[in-house]
């Protein structure tokens, strides 16, 4: 157990719809990161968050938003769902927030729209 | 945008084998970070390497760093069932912060 938490394990949602990923890092971990999985695919990296703010963006859709509570917990907003969004989106934690750190990830969500 | 580029995409050896997978970037790395994921789990962290050169050793598994730190490789001796998994290696991804994964090289092991 990494620590990190996802909610929820599994969605299936129907195209043009909107979804929200939420994730709680480690206790104590500023930086939060998102990452989609297709299958059989890399860890594409979308968006860093560190300490309420927003690090470092990668190749995030404009249809995806995401933000940094105070409490330090993340949501990953997704709009206007396609096919082609459907993948494992993982949340990871890290207790800094440069690249020397490691990240710690949670158990994913698996999001599938039809 | 940085990249780092690995092979094999897929690796299929008999238990018992050796195996290595090879990360490559066209820039030097400050550092580069080794996850493993196993089927239907999660990326977990193995190693970071920083040094030129740098070698370390976590049981079965060597880690490399090259020399002109734009290179790196895992290598596994003696393979048994519970290697199998994809493993990745990441190196930073810009001035930000973020880390990019290479795309993974996917280890089956057949006993």
């Known amino acids: 157990d990494s620590g990190v938490t996802q909610t929820p394990k599994h969605l299936i949602t129907a195209t043009g719809q909107r979804v929200t990923l939420r994730c709680s890092p480690r206790?104590?971990?500023?930086?939060v990161y998102w990452y989609q999985q297709s299958l059989d695919q890399g860890l594409q990296f979308l968006i860093q968050y560190y300490n309420g703010e927003e690090r470092a963006k990668g190749n995030i859709l404009e249809r995806f938003s995401a933000q940094q509570f105070p409490d330090l917990h993340s949501e990953l907003n997704l709009s206007s769902l396609e096919l082609g969004d459907s993948a494992l989106y993982f949340c990871?934690?890290?207790?800094?927030?440069?690249?020397?750190?490691?990240?710690?990830f949670g158990p994913g969500t698996r999001l599938t729209v039809t | 945008g940085q990249q780092v580029m690995q092979i094999p995409q897929y690796q299929h050896v008999q238990e018992g084998e050796d195996f290595t997978t090879y990360c490559n970037s066209s820039t030097t790395l400050s550092n580069i970070q080794w996850y493993k994921q196993r089927p239907g789990g999660h990326p977990v962290f193995l190693i970071q390497?920083?040094?030129?050169?740098e070698v370390k050793k976590q049981k079965r598994l060597t880690f490399q760093f090259g020399e002109a730190k734009k290179n790196s490789s895992l290598h596994i001796t003696a393979t048994q069932t519970t290697d199998v998994g994809t493993y990745f290696c990441?190196?930073?991804?810009?001035?930000?912060?973020?880390?990019?994964f290479g795309k993974g090289t996917k280890l089956s092991v057949k006993p």
């Open positions: 990441a190196g930073p991804g810009g001035s930000q912060g973020n880390l990019i």
């Open positions: 390497l920083v040094k030129s050169g």
């Open positions: 206790s104590g971990d500023l930086s």
């Open positions: 990871a934690s890290s207790a800094g927030g440069g690249y020397t750190y490691e990240q710690y």
